[in-house]
């Protein structure tokens, strides 16, 4: 039998190349990501800029830049297949660029270092169109009490 980080690891490979539409992660929903790749430790999803994602100079709006960045890299933590959900400690970010409605922008996360407690991820938001690093950080998360559960996790 499969354990549920595996199970949910298995339905978004089972997405890619599609706008997720399965999730544990009610905001990973809203976001509505298109899997590029999934790896262990790595993955690269691309958006599409929304209305209600902008500012009101109609731009990405930093907040949105970092919740894309903690969604993923806390799907990106779950493909580690570990026991345990863990909770961000901190986000560090730097905004390089903007994007605008309309534009498809492409995240991409990778595991630095995975200890038993503590798991750093790095972050990178670009306009793979333009060419253009939109924003690059970090984030460390830490190991919590709750398991991941067959109710949490995508069928």
Same mark, same amino acid.
């Given at each position: 039998?499969?354990?549920?980080?595996?199970?949910?690891?298995? @339905?978004?490979?089972?997405?890619? %190349?599609?706008t997720?539409?399965?999730?544990?992660?009610?905001?990973?929903l809203?976001?509505a990501?298109?899997?590029?790749?999934?790896?262990?430790g790595?993955?690269?999803?691309d958006?599409?800029v929304?209305?209600?994602? /902008?500012?009101?100079?109609?731009?990405l709006? @930093?907040?949105v830049?970092?919740?894309?960045?903690?969604?993923?890299? %806390?799907a990106?933590?779950?493909s580690? @297949?570990?026991?345990?959900?863990?909770t961000?400690?901190?986000?560090?970010?730097?905004?390089?660029?903007?994007?605008?409605? %309309? &534009? /498809?922008?492409?995240?991409k /996360?990778?595991?630095?270092?995975?200890?038993r407690?503590?798991?750093?991820?790095?972050f990178?938001?670009?306009?793979? &169109? #333009?060419?253009r690093?939109?924003?690059?950080?970090?984030?460390?998360?830490? #190991?919590? &009490?709750?398991k991941?559960? $067959?109710? $949490?996790?995508? #069928?």
């Amino acid at each position: 039998m499969k354990n549920d980080t595996t199970q949910i690891r298995q @339905g978004l490979i089972a997405q890619l %190349g599609k706008t997720v539409t399965n999730s544990p992660s009610a905001f990973m929903l809203w976001l509505a990501p298109v899997v590029r790749e999934i790896e262990e430790g790595s993955m690269t999803f691309d958006y599409q800029v929304r209305k209600e994602m /902008t500012n009101p100079i109609g731009t990405l709006h @930093g907040g949105v830049t970092a919740a894309i960045m903690d969604d993923m890299i %806390g799907a990106t933590i779950i493909s580690l @297949g570990r026991e345990h959900f863990y909770t961000t400690v901190n986000n560090v970010i730097d905004y390089f660029s903007t994007a605008k409605i %309309g &534009d /498809t922008i492409t995240g991409k /996360t990778k595991i630095i270092k995975a200890g038993r407690q503590i798991i750093n991820v790095q972050f990178e938001l670009w306009n793979m &169109d #333009k060419e253009r690093l939109l924003a690059r950080g970090y984030s460390n998360a830490l #190991k919590t &009490d709750h398991k991941i559960n $067959e109710a $949490e996790s995508i #069928k």
